[in-house]
Structure formats: C-alpha cells, structure tokens
C-alpha cells in the first residue's frame, strides 16, 4: 500500500514539475510573438502610410489606376501553441524581407515619381519663359519698326510749311500737326526751337506782324520760280 502511495506522489511530482516547465515556456512563448505581433504591426502601419502618399501622388498626376485596397488589420491574433516554435520564427523574418523589399520599392517610387514631377514643372517654366521671351522681341521689334516708319519732327515742319499758302506761327503749326499726328506729343515750344532751326539753316522764313512771329517755308520751295529772281525787289 505504501509503495503504491510513494510511486503516486513521484507521479505527481514529476507532473507537476513538467506542467510547470510547459507553462513557464508558454508564457515566453507568448511573449515572443507578441512582439513579433507589434513589430509586424508597426510595419504594417508604415506600409498603410506609404500606400497613401503613392495614392495622392497619383491622383496629383492625374493618373487613374484601379489598386487594391489593402485587407483591414486586425487589432487582436491568435496566439499558436508553444509547438508552433519552430515554423513561427522562419515565417517572422520572412515578412520583415517583404516589409523591408516594399518600403525600398516604396521609396525608390516615391523618387521616381518626385523627379517626373520636377522635371515636368522645369519644362513648363521653360516653355513659358521661351514664350514671353518671344513676345517681348517681337513687340520690340514692332515698336522698332514703328519708330523707324515716322517722320521726324523737321521733315513734319517742313512738309507742312510746303502746304500753306499763308505764314503759320509756331502755335499753328504745333495744333495742325497735333491733329494730324495724336499718337505725337508734339508741344508748342518744341516746334518753335525746331522752327527757329529751320531758319537758321535757310530751310524756313521768319516773318514778324507786331509782336507775332510767322513762319513760311523758302521761297525756292513754294514757288521754283523764284530761283530766276533777284533776292532783293524792293529796290
């Protein structure tokens, strides 16, 4: 009776002392995964991350690509049994490669697609300075030809002097030529120093009516015969 009370209670003891070691195994066990648990998670949320920049930079670009939407993570995972070891800890470092493959895809996406962008936007501004560029040379170019197509303000004068029968002063010719010319600013004290020019070169006559000067152009110019005719007549 003793003997079979003595080989119960070794019995027992080495049961215990086997469940005790199990649970103590599980337990690390547990806490194992569940790090590789939070590790994967992390990574997970890095990826959600990624997926989400590379999804505004598409709509941004303007390209429309049907992907698929990534399967919700679950919060909470079954925690395998302590017997599972041996194929959990391959399977972890497996999906740490892919995690670590997809975050370099990611990144030399995310590069590729930041200097398609920046090339894009360097060829626009240049097109667009090529373009105003343009069309600053060629309004100087029409208000070079502009300029050059107008008279100037002597051979104004003097082309209406031919024209009038009568003196004309300064302040006459100034008006006449100011209607004829808007786009001109032509003044009247202008006109007169140019005048005066003029006479001084023997290209116009001045005459004066009391305190008003009047201005015709020579006598060669309004009448060719006066060329025949001795300067002084009065005589």
């Known amino acids: 009776m003793s003997e079979?009370?003595?080989d119960t209670t070794g019995l027992t003891h080495q049961y215990s002392a086997q469940v005790g070691a199990d649970l103590e195994t599980n337990l690390?066990?547990?806490e194992r995964i569940s790090g590789d648990i939070a590790a994967l998670q992390q990574q997970l949320a890095a990826l959600q991350h990624d997926h989400s920049v590379l999804v505004n930079i598409q709509q941004a670009l303007g390209?429309?690509?049907t992907t698929k939407e990534p399967a919700p993570s679950t919060e909470t995972a079954?925690?395998?049994?302590p017997r599972q070891k041996a194929k959990s800890a391959p399977r972890s470092k497996q999906?740490?490669?892919?995690s670590t493959a997809a975050r370099k895809s990611t990144a030399a996406r995310e590069g590729t697609t930041g200097k398609k962008v920046t090339a894009a936007q360097e060829s626009?501004?240049?097109k667009k300075s090529t373009a105003a560029q343009g069309t600053t040379a060629k309004k100087s170019t029409a208000k070079s030809?502009?300029?050059a197509a107008q008279p100037t303000l002597v051979g104004l004068i003097r082309h209406h002097l031919t024209e009038q029968d009568e003196p004309r002063s300064a302040a006459e010719i100034s008006a006449a030529l100011g209607q004829a010319h808007p786009e001109r600013d032509i003044k009247t004290k202008v006109v007169r120093v140019t005048l005066e020019g003029l006479v001084a070169?023997?290209?116009a006559q001045r005459t004066k009516q009391g305190s008003s000067v009047f201005y015709t152009a020579p006598e060669a110019e309004t009448t060719p015969a006066a060329e025949a005719q001795p300067e002084d007549t009065s005589s």
């Open 78 to 81: 079954t925690v395998p049994s």
């Open 201 to 203: 070169r023997s290209q």
């Open 124 to 126: 626009t501004t240049a």
């Open 4 to 6: 079979s009370t003595t």
């Open 28 to 30: 690390k066990e547990q």
């Open 95 to 98: 999906t740490a490669r892919k």
């Open 63 to 65: 390209v429309t690509q």
């Open 145 to 147: 030809e502009t300029t």
